[in-house]
């Protein structure tokens, strides 16, 4: 069965350090894994995803992710953490042979000044 | 495009009593999704339709729980009997037809929150 593994609950960076969130996942076939953020009070954004293309794929807001087949991961990073940064960002896999997307439990990303 | 649309933002009800939500998606959007989330955890997949048809069913759905998409635009999610443990964010999603894609970004919605006292 398809899972997805956020490794930290809660990440804090200082504003302008880089910033990675961890995440790994389980699938039996080539999957498709996505980033998305949710800042409080709005609803949930895409921010990127992987569908069997380039391995590094780029998203909105300076983010990007590199998928890594030998270590089941799917990391999130950006090279300067800026305050608007600060939200829950979630990594998601879609069930290979289903419509159904599994979400991780979530990483808090803290960003101080 | 006005983004997905969900009624009500908040609703409070008695165990035991009937709820209803509403989704409008984006329009042009056939596919759409139900999740629930609750503190702390993220969204838990609750059933899928594309236009009209209810593709999937999450086997965490209990019975009580029911969703239509009566003519493939706006859909309603209905919880009978409500319990303490429906209490949660009610989120809905679309997505665009898109050919040769697999695998579609959704479009959520503000979320509909439950309490259930």
């Known amino acids: 069965a398809q899972s997805v593994t956020q490794l930290d609950s809660h990440v804090s960076v200082s504003e302008g350090t880089p910033v990675l969130l961890r995440c790994n996942y389980s699938?039996?076939?080539?999957?498709?894994l996505f980033w998305y953020v949710q800042h409080p009070n709005k609803g949930l954004q895409l921010l990127l995803k992987?569908?069997?293309?380039?391995?590094l794929v780029k998203g909105i807001n300076g983010f990007e992710a590199e998928f890594k087949k030998s270590e089941t991961s799917f990391h999130l990073t950006k090279p300067s953490a800026h305050m608007s940064d600060a939200a829950e960002y979630f990594c998601v896999v879609r069930a290979s042979g289903t419509y159904k997307y599994i979400f991780g439990t979530g990483t808090r990303l803290k960003v101080l000044a | 495009d006005t983004g997905v649309s969900q009624d009500p933002r908040h609703k409070i009800t008695k165990r035991g009593q009937n709820v209803t939500f509403r989704c409008d998606p984006i329009?042009?959007?056939?596919?759409l999704y139900w999740y629930r989330q609750t503190l702390g955890q993220g969204p838990e997949f609750l059933t899928y339709?594309?236009?009209?048809?209810?593709?999937?069913k999450s086997r965490l759905l209990s019975d009580r729980f029911s969703a239509e998409r009566p003519k493939g635009s706006f859909s309603t999610l209905e919880i009978q009997r409500t319990e303490q443990g429906d209490s949660a964010m009610y989120l809905c999603?679309?997505?665009?037809?898109?050919?040769?894609?697999?695998?579609?970004?959704?479009?959520f919605g503000p979320g509909t929150r439950l309490t259930v006292t």
């Open positions: 699938s039996s076939y080539s999957p498709s």
């Open positions: 999603a679309s997505s665009p037809r898109l050919a040769g894609e697999t695998a579609y970004e959704q479009y």
């Open positions: 329009s042009e959007h056939n596919r």
């Open positions: 992987y569908t069997s293309a380039a391995t």
């Open positions: 339709f594309q236009n009209e048809a209810q593709l999937e």
